[in-house]
Each structure stands twice: as C-alpha cells, then as structure tokens.
C-alpha cells in the first residue's frame, strides 16, 4: 500500500506546480480581455453637405475610400435632405481618399438586401433609365478628399457640389 501512497503523492505534488504554472498564463492572457483593440489611425469627424444642380441631394450613399499612403478602412454614410455626418468613432482614417456618391433610386435596394434580391432575379428584366449622376462621381469618381486630424474636435466641413452635366 505504500507504493499505492507514495505515487498518489507524487501525482497530487507534480499536478499542484502545473496547475500553478497554468493558472498565471491564463491570468497574464486574459489580462487584457475586455479592452478594444487600438486602431493605426486616427478617424476624422465629418460633416457635409451634397448638392445636385444647386438643389440638396437625398438618398444617396457617400464613401471615402483611402488612397496612397493613406491608411484605415473603406468608409461610407447615408446622405439624407443633402447632408451626412460621421463621428470620430466611425469617420474615415485622416488623409487622401476617394470620394464616390451613389444615389439610391426609389425601386433600388440596398447591397445587402438578400429579400430584394430575390424579388428581382424573379422579376422579368427591363431597361434601366440612365443615372442621374454621371459615372464621374460613383464608378469612375474624380472626388477626392484630404481629411486632417481633429484639432477642436469638431467635425471637418465638407462640401460636393455636384452637376447632372458633370464637371
């Protein structure tokens, strides 16, 4: 029976350490569960206004797409009665980007509408009127945009005065 004792021991004084051991490693690692992770870039707040023929355009879509050296993510924001806004949670990455303004037609649905796709690969095809916008300000953009760091905090001012003849 004492060998019984003795490899009983041995098992509890090897598990004991080990345990220690992985108790401090899960500790040090979940130290920082929890925290969000820090982005590389500093997000700008924005707030704008879109116009078309001098009238406020309304639903539309405007992204900021970085360019060069610029780093962070594709950013895009609903324009509504002519206007948009991003915080400094959600805005764009401060540098270049590319601006591209798509409008929401009545009858359009948005990308992410798996129903309203359906709905349409059922219906019969048709011809689509062209776009109010030329193809200058969305698909083959020539907007750009320079966005500085936030120095007061207040949103960047920016303004697209667009033309249904282009530029």
């Given at each position: 029976m004492r060998t019984g004792n003795f490899a009983a021991k041995s098992a509890v004084s090897f598990i004991a350490p080990a345990s220690g051991s992985l108790l401090a490693a899960l500790v040090l690692t979940c130290s920082g569960c929890g925290a969000e992770p820090r982005e590389a870039f500093t997000r700008v707040p924005i707030a704008g206004t879109v116009t078309l023929d001098q009238a406020p355009l309304d639903e539309a879509i405007i992204r900021f797409i970085p360019t060069g050296q610029t780093p962070g993510p594709k950013t895009m924001f609903p324009v509504d009665a002519g206007t948009f806004t991003a915080t400094s949670e959600n805005g764009p990455a401060v540098g270049r980007h590319r601006v591209e303004i798509e409008l929401?037609?009545?009858?359009?649905?948005?990308?992410?509408?798996?129903?309203a796709l359906m709905r349409l690969r059922q219906t019969p095809r048709r011809n689509l009127s062209s776009p109010r916008l030329p193809a200058e300000y969305h698909t083959k953009s020539v907007l750009t945009a320079e966005l500085s760091p936030p120095a007061d905090g207040r949103p960047q001012p920016l303004e697209f005065s667009l033309s249904s003849r282009g530029r």
């Open positions: 929401i037609s009545e009858g359009e649905f948005a990308h992410d509408d798996e129903q």
